[in-house]
């Protein structure tokens, strides 16, 4: 299945997708966010928000991080997000959304690892390998790097996407308890950080 799968570097063009694809893998939650940002009054999408965040080419969270899956006649299937982590942890701003501590507690839990910070697969190519052909790229990307294993996180009831990363010999090594953004229903207890080393 996953033959017909074409991994590739993401280019400015893919902007609009890996913003609709992040807000996949957070199931939702991100779009919110954008929602609540300053431009959106003059967007009539939170995905246009995202899409221009992506663009910018001062954070970690840009397009220049993004691998995309391409289908056949060029649909986008899936993306990966992700980058080196430094040897050393950053400590968490103290301006930082309460929602966002957890996440970026797990994320400086990372240091020296290629951290996955999104993986998105759209769903009509789910259970097809887009996923797992990603977590290959990641892993290229990691042995690039040098970096000591790939890491990521994700809740504690997505069992679907622990199932898979659990096949690809990633195990949890630590978690913190979820804080909530306004507004969200989101089932899960906990985001956990599972590494492969």
């Given at each position: 299945?996953?033959?017909?799968?074409?991994?590739?570097?993401?280019?400015?063009?893919?902007?609009?997708?890996?913003?609709?694809?992040?807000?996949?893998?957070?199931?939702?939650?991100?779009?919110?966010?954008?929602?609540?940002?300053?431009?959106?009054?003059?967007?009539?999408?939170?995905?246009?928000?995202?899409?221009?965040?992506?663009?910018?080419?001062?954070?970690?969270?840009?397009?220049?991080?993004?691998?995309?899956?391409?289908?056949?006649?060029g649909?986008?299937?899936?993306?990966?997000l992700?980058?080196?982590?430094?040897?050393?942890?950053?400590?968490?701003?103290?301006?930082?959304?309460?929602?966002?501590?957890?996440?970026?507690?797990?994320?400086?839990?990372?240091?020296?690892?290629?951290?996955?910070?999104?993986?998105?697969?759209?769903?009509?190519?789910?259970?097809?390998?887009?996923?797992?052909?990603?977590?290959?790229?990641?892993?290229?990307?990691?042995?690039?790097?040098?970096?000591?294993?790939?890491?990521?996180?994700?809740?504690?009831?997505?069992?679907?996407?622990?199932?898979?990363?659990?096949?690809?010999?990633?195990?949890?090594?630590t978690?913190?308890?979820?804080?909530?953004?306004?507004?969200?229903?989101?089932?899960?207890r906990?985001?956990?950080?599972?590494?492969?080393?």
């Amino acid at each position: 299945m996953t033959a017909e799968i074409t991994i590739r570097p993401a280019r400015p063009s893919d902007a609009s997708d890996i913003a609709l694809l992040i807000n996949v893998a957070t199931h939702g939650g991100i779009a919110r966010g954008w929602a609540a940002e300053d431009e959106a009054g003059e967007s009539y999408d939170p995905i246009e928000i995202g899409r221009l965040e992506v663009l910018r080419d001062d954070e970690t969270f840009n397009w220049r991080n993004a691998t995309m899956a391409d289908a056949p006649a060029g649909e986008v299937a899936g993306m990966l997000l992700g980058y080196r982590e430094p040897q050393k942890g950053r400590p968490v701003p103290p301006d930082t959304a309460p929602f966002m501590v957890p996440l970026l507690e797990l994320e400086a839990a990372a240091e020296g690892t290629w951290f996955i910070s999104m993986l998105g697969v759209h769903i009509p190519w789910r259970g097809r390998g887009v996923g797992s052909r990603l977590l290959e790229a990641a892993d290229g990307k990691r042995r690039a790097t040098a970096a000591g294993g790939l890491s990521l996180i994700v809740e504690d009831v997505n069992a679907d996407a622990r199932r898979l990363y659990e096949r690809h010999g990633f195990s949890v090594r630590t978690s913190r308890p979820m804080a909530r953004f306004p507004g969200s229903t989101a089932p899960g207890r906990d985001w956990l950080l599972m590494v492969k080393d």
